[in-house]
């Protein structure tokens, strides 16, 4: 008897334990993704028995009570939204987006991630009632939809309520309209579609303009927000409404989608080929962050994905280039313009958001993604970078060739802006890019009648050659500097045996005395600087271009610089 009522007792404490389990798990299902909350006209009108989707799936509103019984919210359906842009059986889950679709798929869009901050962020407090509400403004293009549901889900669930004003999703005319479409049934969620493919900057405009908080946030559409990301960003913005500021920028991982901390200790920088890039803090500012972790960094570039900034600022600074096309450059006009017209440029250690990136663009560049790229960047340093582009075009010669479009309203506006020169901004925002000390005193083409000193297409230990000239640059595009150095890119003229006859090579500018020559008009005699050797063209057609015994008398010795600058 005694043994039945212990077993008996067992089984009730077993289903006790079962039952509470259920009710804890079957009530965090219910409020834990307050995100997909229906908009109270959608839930009615949109989401009834009519609301199918796509073939073979049909939303229907999944409707959930608040713990204290009073009110009932429709949800919104992610499982059917997202089945509908899934992958067909078979298809390569890369091929799409660049990234790994299959594992993002299968994450919900509350999945919790690891809090990256450190601890003394962690403790900060923020008067919540003091920040200004923002719009957050997405754009995308042919976005997975899991990924582009994970940020808005991330936006909503991760910030205050109340600081949230809208979040616009701005369709850059992707393929499917039923991708954002479907969204704008979420609370808070407002989706504005282009008539065509409009890119980055005009697209981000159009959200601008059409927002109605006082602080606007730009993010991409495969981001995650982490914890308390938009307080600290929303107070230093508050503080000082020139301040443009951005979030540590955390990796999410491209195959797995492992989301993974990065360093604060880093800033965004450049070379003189103007493509961005992380770089660590000096030493004496990294001390400087171990007494205190969380105060701000100045930082000469941002990413570009992701900032906050006060809307008329924004609209007072010029917005964007309207000018530049679908991607690229623009972070690099942004922080030379935020910088040489008053304003500053902040990474805030405290806020941490989570980016996916890829190493291949998923969309198409009309003109390639390097014409592109190069013309936005040409608009960026005509306008703002005064008599020092002409170390972006000793650095990328190439694009010298790409026509760039009128900049005649970039100019006004700067000149209406009264801002400063860029010998200012290398002074006194980014004194660590140092100016080259071998500036190019002539830049083009090393000609012998109706040809030119070609690389061949041979790159590192190559020879080089004449070859009929075509006046585009590319391989035919040097530049002999002050130094001596006659340079094709980072690849530099050099005279490895001290001997008549030896055949020129290209190694990396290093300044050896190999590397080092002298043009002597007006003769047209390319000397080496140490040897009494000249570049000669009479073993061309077998051994591409020589160093033989100087003689102004020989025509195969004889060269015109063209096109200096």
């Not at 992610?78 to 509908?84: D, F, K, L, Q």
């Not at 600022?313 to 030379?336: A, P, R």
């Not at 790229?373 to 650095?395: G, L, P, S």
Request: glycine fraction near 8%; charge should be neutral; aromatic fraction near 10%.
């Amino acid at each position: 008897m005694r043994r039945n009522v212990k077993i008996l007792l067992l089984c009730s404490i077993t289903w006790m334990f079962v039952i509470i389990y259920y009710l804890q798990t079957n009530g965090e299902t219910k409020t834990e993704n307050r995100a997909l909350r229906l908009k109270e006209n959608v839930a009615v009108s949109q989401y009834g028995d009519e609301s199918v989707v796509g073939t073979g799936v049909q939303m229907s509103p999944q409707t959930f009570e608040t713990t204290d019984g009073r009110l009932t919210w429709n949800y919104f359906d992610e499982a059917a939204y997202v089945a509908r842009g899934g992958l067909r059986e078979g298809e390569d889950p890369y091929v799409r987006n660049r990234f790994n679709q299959e594992a993002t798929d299968n994450l919900p869009s509350n999945r919790e991630i690891p809090d990256t901050r450190n601890k003394m962020c962690r403790q900060k407090k923020w008067q919540i009632e003091d920040l200004p509400p923002t719009s957050v403004i997405i754009t995308f293009h042919n976005e997975a939809r899991s990924t582009l549901l994970r940020t808005v889900v991330s936006v909503l669930n991760r910030s205050p309520e109340r600081l949230i004003k809208e979040i616009i999703l701005v369709d850059d005319f992707s393929d499917y309209a039923e991708d954002g479409e479907e969204l704008a049934k979420i609370q808070k969620v407002r989706v504005l579609r282009n008539e065509k493919r409009e890119g980055l900057m005009r697209s981000r405009v159009r959200g601008a303009e059409a927002a109605t908080a006082s602080v606007l946030t730009f993010l991409d559409s495969h981001c995650e927000c982490n914890t308390n990301w938009l307080e600290p960003l929303l107070e230093r913005v508050a503080e000082n409404a020139t301040r443009v500021v951005c979030p540590v920028i955390d990796v999410i991982s491209m195959d797995t989608f492992q989301y993974i901390g990065a360093s604060a200790d880093l800033r965004g920088g450049f070379d003189w080929n103007l493509v961005f890039k992380w770089e660590y803090l000096n030493p004496m500012e990294r001390q400087s962050r171990q007494k205190d972790p969380t105060q701000p960094i100045r930082t000469p570039m941002i990413a570009g994905g992701l900032f906050v900034i006060n809307k008329a600022y924004f609209e007072k600074l010029g917005k964007y280039d309207m000018k530049m096309d679908v991607w690229g450059g623009e972070n690099l006009e942004i922080s030379f313009r935020v910088w040489q017209c008053g304003g500053s440029l902040e990474i805030i250690p405290c806020s941490r958001v989570g980016h996916v990136f890829r190493k291949r663009h998923p969309y198409t560049f009309p003109g390639g993604s390097g014409n592109v790229f190069a013309r936005n960047t040409r608009r960026a340093a005509e306008v703002w970078m005064d008599e020092y582009k002409q170390y972006y075009y000793a650095a990328v010669p190439l694009a010298k060739n790409i026509p760039f479009g009128d900049i005649q309203d970039r100019l006004i506006l700067r000149e209406q802006l009264q801002c400063k020169p860029f010998k200012w901004y290398l002074e006194h925002v980014y004194p660590e890019l140092s100016v080259p000390h071998t500036t190019s005193a002539n830049f083009g083409e090393f000609r012998q009648g109706i040809y030119c000193l070609d690389t061949m297409g041979h790159l590192l230990d190559g020879t080089v050659a004449l070859y009929q000239c075509h006046h585009t640059g590319g391989n035919q595009e040097w530049s002999l500097t002050n130094g001596g150095l006659i340079k094709h890119h980072d690849l530099c003229l050099t005279l490895d045996k001290y001997a008549k006859g030896a055949q020129v090579v290209m190694r990396i500018c290093d300044g050896s005395d190999g590397q080092k020559w002298r043009y002597l008009s007006p003769d047209g005699l390319v000397k080496h600087t140490r040897l009494p050797l000249c570049l000669d063209s009479r073993y061309n057609d077998v051994r591409g271009i020589t160093a033989e015994r100087c003689n102004s008398h020989l025509d195969s010795q004889r060269w015109t610089l063209a096109g200096s600058i």
